[in-house]
């Protein structure tokens, strides 16, 4: 694929008239690899912002054939309605035939998954990756047509990171969900389970699976205290807190300390993006951050990106961190006592320190974060994790609301409460005004916690 310093350009395009409309037709060959790429366009785009774009790959079974053994050809096909309705967009089609394993591997892939393996495994099994794809030609096309920013069409939010990397401004993600037939039911459940794809899907009481619309109606019942969140700060002078984190069914947020553990399905974390979206910033603890090294953004709704904080009583925050790199300058609340040489630097890499109180503990004071959080203009705030700052925002009551997701797993790892000794244990909350809601294979509660008077 083209290095950074590579610019592909078109050698050629013609007018191209389909059922759907009439687009132009551009062809990008790229003598690295010998492959020729696509580009259909429709309308003006160039220095266009906004700009509709589906990044196709190549499915020789389904965009030619019809194959029902996957949903490509349909989303190729309402990619093309969707840009001729909106009068103007792209749909880059990249030669990377099965996910990026060939044709060839393709068809072994069939068989294998004729034995029972899914689509996943069966890729695996023949000595690729889940999924090999590279969105570095598309980056380049996007470039070379001079569109500005885009609205990606798509379902997988690999993709949407990997361009995102690659320099393009993705100020939206519009989901394209199309039919499902018996052929392709287990392939369109791999994708959402293990790939992490945007998929709804629902299974009926008949046995078939069908798409649903996207159901979060738990966001009405998070976002109605957020409407008087201002009104909360104003009153108590500090921001109001939703705590939101997922768990297995025992208890576990990850499989041990320091590391990460993917627990949520793909609606559990539109819901977690769109909970980031209605909150003015969003918190985690540093152990988060160097286990994870998380963005801390929205990409999988529409929405604007939260204030980012962290908390980091010895200022361990790496230089490496996506944070540092994601357009909004990160907060780091530290302790007092922290050394100030690491503050000159980071605050040189672009993060902002805030130098607050401890407590007994000699952490950052919590209640003295949020304050001067109020102080700030923080009207919401959203707590992410790990463990230690879950249970240390439980401890100090600090906390409005929770948003708990369980996935249906058994990890035995470590659990919130793994940091508290029993006596403290025994003064958490009672959740009222409880919520549930099922989210695919997840379920998501809602609930404000209610403390017993001392």
């Known amino acids: 694929m083209p290095p950074d310093d590579c610019i592909l350009t078109s050698a050629a395009s013609a007018r191209i008239p389909t059922a759907v409309s009439e687009f132009q037709l551009f062809f990008y060959p790229d003598s690295r690899d010998d492959k020729e790429h696509l580009a259909l366009v429709k309308g003006q785009v160039g220095g266009q912002d906004d700009v509709l774009v589906r990044v196709h790959s190549e499915c020789f079974t389904g965009d030619v054939l019809g194959s029902r053994r996957c949903d490509c050809g349909a989303q190729l096909q309402e990619a093309l309605r969707l840009i001729a309705e909106a009068g103007a967009g792209v749909v880059i089609y990249l030669r990377q035939e099965g996910r990026g394993i060939g044709l060839l591997d393709k068809l072994k892939a069939y068989n294998l998954q004729d034995q029972g393996y899914d689509t996943v495994d069966a890729n ?179 929405g604007k990106d939260p204030q980012p904080i962290v908390v980091d009583s010895r200022l361990r925050f790496p230089p490496y961190a996506n944070l540092l790199r994601n357009g909004r300058v990160p907060w780091i609340a530290t302790s007092d006592s922290a050394d100030p040489e690491r503050q000159t630097a980071l605050e040189q890499s672009g993060a902002l320190v805030l130098r607050l109180p401890t407590g007994a503990n000699g952490w950052v004071d919590l209640a003295a974060l949020l304050q001067h959080l109020g102080g700030l203009g923080i009207n919401s705030l959203m707590v992410e994790g790990g463990a230690q700052i879950i249970t240390s925002f439980l401890a100090a009551r600090l906390v409005n609301q929770v948003v708990l997701t369980i996935a249906p797993l058994l990890v035995g790892g470590l659990r919130v409460m793994d940091y508290l000794g029993q006596a403290q244990m025994n003064c958490f909350p009672r959740l009222r005004q409880v919520t549930y809601q099922r989210l695919g294979e997840d379920l998501v509660l809602r609930g404000e916690p209610r403390w017993e008077t001392p």
């Open 124 to 302: 695996l099994l023949l000595g690729h990756q889940a999924d090999a794809r590279d969105y570095s030609v598309a980056a380049q096309i996007i470039k070379d047509l001079g569109v500005r920013s885009i609205k990606l069409l798509t379902n997988n939010p690999h993709k949407l990171d990997s361009l995102k990397a690659l320099g393009i401004p993705i100020n939206a993600r519009l989901p394209l969900q199309t039919g499902v037939c018996p052929e392709n039911a287990r392939y369109l459940r791999t994708k959402a389970r293990r790939l992490k794809h945007l998929l709804v899907l629902e299974e009926l009481p008949n046995g078939s699976t069908c798409y649903q619309p996207l159901q979060l109606g738990i966001m009405e019942q998070i976002n109605k205290p957020l409407l008087d969140a201002a009104c909360h700060r104003q009153r108590t002078g500090r921001p109001f807190v939703t705590l939101s984190y997922a768990q297995s069914l025992d208890g576990s947020i990850a499989a041990r300390p320091g590391r990460p553990l993917a627990l949520s399905g793909s609606q559990s974390m539109a819901l977690t993006h769109g909970l980031r979206a209605a909150h003015d910033a969003i918190l985690v603890g540093i152990g988060t951050l160097l286990a994870d090294n998380p963005r801390l953004n929205v990409r999988l709704v529409e």
